[in-house]
């Protein structure tokens, strides 16, 4: 069995009523292109080349609901989309083990209203968030109360990337060309998150808390020494006016690399060998969840999902180890049966 | 014979010039604490640990030049920091096999002619540019007779990340917190001006231009997958406004991988085996250079040979692959004899 760890959908009617709100052109265009995206019966005939060992968590797509609403609205639109959510689960268990809710992020105490009501009573199994909230970092003391209360009900945090308008400002005219902001922006809209959350203290504070990170852990993995010999061991060397040392005594006395392992991380380097078994070293096996961020590949859904079991089948790992990646780890992250005796 | 292709240094000449001249106070901070960087005496000491058959083509060290003086002065400064890296070379042969020139890029006229006089008058055997020119990115047309003089030379181009004042924005206030700036910001500064040479035709202009990736490509073998699959076989979808289709025809036919793979990258990773790995197997053991980023480690200069030496030592190549990496690379690049028969 593979339990599908992020993958995005835009349940129809939450889809109609995006459709009315003022949205970017080019994201509509794409939208529009997909149509497993937001036709479930497409999603399903798509899914149907995987058999019935395949099952998808379920997350709501992009944009952020607080970049379709304001705070007066986000709410009401959080709600269609988890009722909406809740509705596909309910119809097709056997494909759709459980989804993720989404939240009005941009008014912080109905964020916790709906955290609680989501999971309390239409059965989400955690919560989705983007990497900046219509550009206020995730450190920023409005969402401590989100992440707290997430750490306090031993649920999962999916942490998906986000233009950062006024944060990470890659969007001038420059970076905007040729999709940047996409492929090199999101990444390292994701580190930066990752980072900051790390520095505010928040991975010591809940040791066990669980995150989940796109793209398996964006630039991190990657630059394990940077972040260890380069950063951790000298920070401060480049900066003549914070007392950084005092802040790591206080606030972080761990290595940062020990902070950044605590994350989780899915696979979805669309079909990358070379890139997972990098994040597959970095965060060990017991933190790498098989995702495939369909259905946004050239295919239109399945072909993400087709070229990261190729990848992960021919990982040089136990097949226990691979089962853990495929299924038990983001079954123990929700809190879901494992299937295991 | 290990030959260093990216180690820094700022030559006592020139670093008493530039400590006259306005520079931000972190900056300075680190290099009075790093007395192999401008103290030839202490560099030689610690080159020490690592015997005869180690030496360094040097490089100059952050800033650029041309956040140090303007378009009138920064000539003037260029050839001060190529004359003393010249006379460090000749008075340590041995030690300092090469010497890569700098150029003043805001005055695109002086960095030609620099160019030129600093190859053939002074003997260097490249030019290091940064990823941006205060805010303007490489691939400006101001720029473009510099790459093309140095593919018709035959002869490297390194290239050294360097904040982007205005181009990309992460040096605002919330990111330049906790030095994100440098650890995730300039391998982000990296991969986005490999991106913009690559669809600004570079690559297929000129197939053999020999530009050297510092931090082993950044970001780019990491996401080797979503830069295939997900931006070369998708470019455009999500963008309602630009014809893409038209100008990969016309100025990029091949895959987007192609491209970024005709980069060469140095080892500079801070010791990380998973990073060198994943690099190795992306660029290829003829794309890759043996590269510490001395002396900017946290014992002030041995550290990151000792432990990229170490990472070297252990990969799973033959003795001709490493030695490929440990020298003949760097020397076929700049066209030095390479000892072999």
């Not at 149509?35 to 944009?63: I, K, N, W």
């Not at 983007?130 to 550009?135: C, D, L, M, P």
């Not at 996409?182 to 520095?199: H, Q």
Request: charged share 30%; glycine share 6%.
């Amino acid at each position: 069995m593979k339990v599908d760890a992020y993958s995005h959908i835009l349940p129809a009617p939450y889809f109609e009523r995006m459709r009315e709100l003022a949205v970017d052109p080019g994201a509509l265009k794409r939208w529009l292109e997909l149509p497993a995206l937001h036709d479930v019966d497409e999603r399903l005939r798509m899914m149907d080349e995987f058999g019935d060992d395949y099952q998808q968590v379920l997350t709501l797509s992009s944009p952020p609901i607080e970049l379709l609403a304001g705070p007066s609205e986000s709410p009401a639109l959080a709600r269609l989309a988890n009722e909406s959510m809740r509705e596909l689960c309910e119809k097709h268990p056997d494909r759709f083990p459980a989804f993720v809710a989404s939240l009005p992020m941009n008014n912080p105490d109905a964020a916790l209203d709906e955290l609680a009501s989501a999971i309390d009573d239409l059965g989400a199994r955690g919560v989705q968030v983007f990497t900046n909230v219509s550009g206020k970092p995730l450190d920023d003391p409005a969402f401590r109360l989100v992440f707290d209360e997430m750490a306090r009900r031993d649920l999962p945090i999916w942490m998906h990337p986000a233009r950062g308008p006024g944060f990470a400002d890659y969007t001038t005219e420059d970076t905007s060309k040729y999709e940047i902001w996409w492929a090199l922006g999101w990444p390292y809209e994701t580190s930066v998150a990752m980072a900051r959350l790390v520095f505010s203290g928040l991975l010591e504070r809940h040791p066990n808390i669980k995150i989940i990170t796109h793209h398996l852990g964006a630039m991190i993995p990657y630059l394990e020494g940077r972040i260890g010999l380069g950063w951790s061991d000298q920070l401060g060397s480049r900066t003549a006016d914070e007392d950084y040392d005092r802040m790591r005594r206080e606030r972080l006395p761990r290595p940062l690399l020990d902070y950044f392992r605590r994350f989780y991380a899915d696979t979805a380097l669309s079909g990358s060998a070379i890139g997972i078994r990098c994040g597959l070293d970095f965060f060990g096996s017991d933190h790498v969840l098989f995702g495939s961020d369909c259905p946004f590949d050239p295919e239109g859904g399945p072909m993400y999902i087709r070229e990261t079991i190729r990848v992960i089948d021919a990982l040089d790992v136990t097949d226990e180890v691979r089962d853990e990646i495929y299924q038990h780890n983001i079954r123990r992250l929700m809190r879901l049966p494992d299937g295991r005796a």
